[in-house]
């Protein structure tokens, strides 16, 4: 199936992924002028992003319900709401406490109902499930092209207009996501039948997917993701900024992120259809493992911060269409919202230890190395928890009628 036959919710899907993971991509930059303006250390505004990752998760499994009973679009209103509420508030705080509730609380919640797991749900509806693992990547491609493409404006809006007009223009920018979703309908094309699955309770969907021991190691491996991707975001452009690199070097690595996640994704995506996903995925926490060690271990000049941008950028949220394919291999499409929010769940458990720890151990230590050894043990862990995923689909028994 050419890409260019996926129905027109892939496409709406991809421009929301754009904007909300987008934006949120370049709060890493935001970290030193806000921390700046409030006179804070790096920990409080680490703790805001970790509370904002937190409820990320902590919203997702009943964002991913409310979008399996009452389909997408609703869903994805009320966050594009909540994330320019959020963002605004954020620009006209007197008080760093507020940012705890805007920054960390709203955002959080826009971004539940805004970004991969109700988008995807959709996406697993329409597309047929050999091609789901390339659906899914080119979607999550999405969030890397917003990464590329927004973060260097919001670098430039920070150097010439200042923290609070770029988070203004975001919260503008979330007029978009309300438009995108009037096209994110869900119902399955015409052309594909109604699954058996349609029988099974959300209740039974649960119960089942508890029981299921490869289900819990998915979690585990998503967790170690949500780990590496929020310290990177959040405390690679200060860790440059301590090594002495400009603030344009961090810009660009992230930016290189986002431009080379754009390939990583679909790549991973499409070798998650050709290959067994689960082996698919330990080749790619390997080369994370490698990646990391790398860096760390490497003089840290612009040169390097870019080959680490493009490098990482890679294999950044290639676990997203694996993770989420084999939840949709395993388990199939009728609760798919609901199981994958689960696990991203886990994730966000893991992005907020991710986003806080780093600047935790920057303010009691002076310095990010343990943060970053440990980053590379987590990816070697993680390789070799997806080797004993039992991934073979759950053959449920036909309702009587």
Known sequence: MSIF????????????????????????????????????????FSLTIALQNLLFGLF????????DRWGPQKVIWTGAIAYA???????????PGWLYLTLGGLVGLGLSATSYVIILGAVARVVPAEHTAK?????TAAGSF?????????????????????????????????AFSCFIKSKPQNNQTVSADDNQTLREALKEAFQHRGYWLIHLGFFVCGFHVMFIA??????????????????????????????????WGVMGDKFNKRYVMSA??????????????????TETAALFGGAIGFCWLGTVPLTSGLVRQIFGARYMSTLYGLVFLTHQVGSFLGAWAGGRIYDYYGSYEPIWWSTVVLAFLAALIHFPIDDKPIIRQPAMA
């Open 234 to 267: 959040t405390h690679l452009p200060s860790y440059l900024a301590d090594k002495g690199l400009p603030a344009a070097t961090a810009a660009m690595a992230l930016a290189y992120v986002g431009i080379f996640n754009i390939f990583g994704s679909y790549f």
């Open 5 to 44: 036959r996926f129905p027109l919710l892939v496409w709406m899907g991809i421009g929301t992924l754009i904007i909300s993971l987008g934006i949120r991509q370049s709060f890493g930059i935001f970290m030193m002028p806000i921390s700046t303006h409030f006179d804070t250390g790096r920990e409080f």
């Open 146 to 178: 917003g990464m590329f493409a927004v973060i260097p404006g919001a670098q430039y809006m920070l150097s010439d207009f200042g923290w609070q007009t770029a988070l203004q223009v975001f919260a503008m920018l979330c007029g978009l996501i309300l």
């Open 85 to 95: 509420l959020g963002l605004y508030l954020t620009s006209i705080a007197l008080e």
């Open 135 to 139: 659906a899914f990547g080119l979607t």
């Open 60 to 67: 997702q499994p009943f964002v991913g319900m409310a979008a």
């Open 284 to 301: 790619l926490y390997l080369t994370r493992t490698v990646v990391i060690a790398g860096f760390v271990m490497l003089p840290i000049t």
